[in-house]
T-cell receptor
Framework: AAGVIQSPRHLIKEKRETATLKCYPI?????VYWYQQGPGQDPQFLIS???????DKGSIPDRFSAQQFSDYHSELNMSSLELGDSALYFC???????????FGSGTRLTVV | AQSVTQPDIHITVSEGASLELRCNYS??????LFWYVQSPGQGLQLLLK??????LVQGIKGFEAEFKRSQSSFNLRKPSVHWSDAAEYFC??????????FGGGTRVLVKP
């Protein structure tokens, strides 16, 4: 069965650089969620999209932005990267009335 | 506001012994609850979920969880653990906006 695809799997950036993370949801899932998991932390909700519109916003820094495209894939854009942005970034997808969420394997971002 | 608490940060159990992971939640409405497992550096895999109905929920890999409204708990159990069960376990609550609120996680170590 198709899963949630995230790319890249690993990313190393320097401080003040930008990064773009991509997420491809399960077919027919119209909602995408982004989570950030710092080392030894639980995942924290960043932002979600339903039908290409932002549906909810969590603790996402102003330096980050995201969007969902017509094919339902989503991109998380991160600018002016800081050391503290080093984390595992998960994308999850669901249908509009979610009885479950499918998570991708995550993108591990390391800022040096 | 909703919250999820996992009181045990670490649990060590012998292979073949039983396992119980505690999860307490705070939410003003009917909770939708989930348990996820995460191996090091990997994504989140759904073990089981509770929406309504039977308060004892069966999941994958031999896990089960019992929802107790009176105690605001959703504890995860497994009768006999295997070395492959060593991982981090997250309890999560589906909150307003359909986003997930996670507990802090419990890391399970399995002794031979």
């Amino acid at each position: 069965a198709a899963g949630v695809i995230q790319s890249p799997r690993h990313l190393i950036k320097e401080k003040r650089e930008t990064a773009t993370l991509k997420c491809y949801p399960i077919p027919r899932h119209d909602t995408v969620y982004w989570y950030q998991q710092g080392p030894g932390q639980d995942p924290q909700f960043l932002i979600s999209f339903y039908e290409k519109m932002q549906s909810d916003k969590g603790s996402i820094p102003d330096r980050f932005s995201a969007q969902q495209f017509s094919d339902y894939h989503s991109e998380l854009n991160m600018s002016s990267l800081e050391l503290g942005d080093s984390a595992l970034y998960f994308c999850a997808s669901s249908s509009v009335a979610p009885d479950g969420y499918t998570f991708g394997s995550g993108t591990r971002l390391t800022v040096v | 506001a909703q919250s999820v608490t996992q009181p045990d940060i670490h649990i060590t159990v012998s292979e073949g012994a039983s396992l119980e992971l505690r999860c307490n939640y705070s939410y003003g409405a009917t909770p939708y609850l989930f348990w996820y497992v995460q191996s090091p550096g990997q994504g989140l895999q759904l073990l089981l979920k509770y929406f309504s109905g039977d308060t004892l929920v069966q999941g994958i890999k031999g896990f089960e969880a019992e929802f107790k409204r009176s105690q605001s708990s959703f504890n995860l159990r497994k009768p006999s653990v295997h070395w492959s069960d060593a991982a981090e376990y997250f309890c999560a609550l589906r909150a307003a906006g359909n986003k997930l609120t996670f507990g802090g996680g419990t890391r399970v170590l399995v002794k031979p």
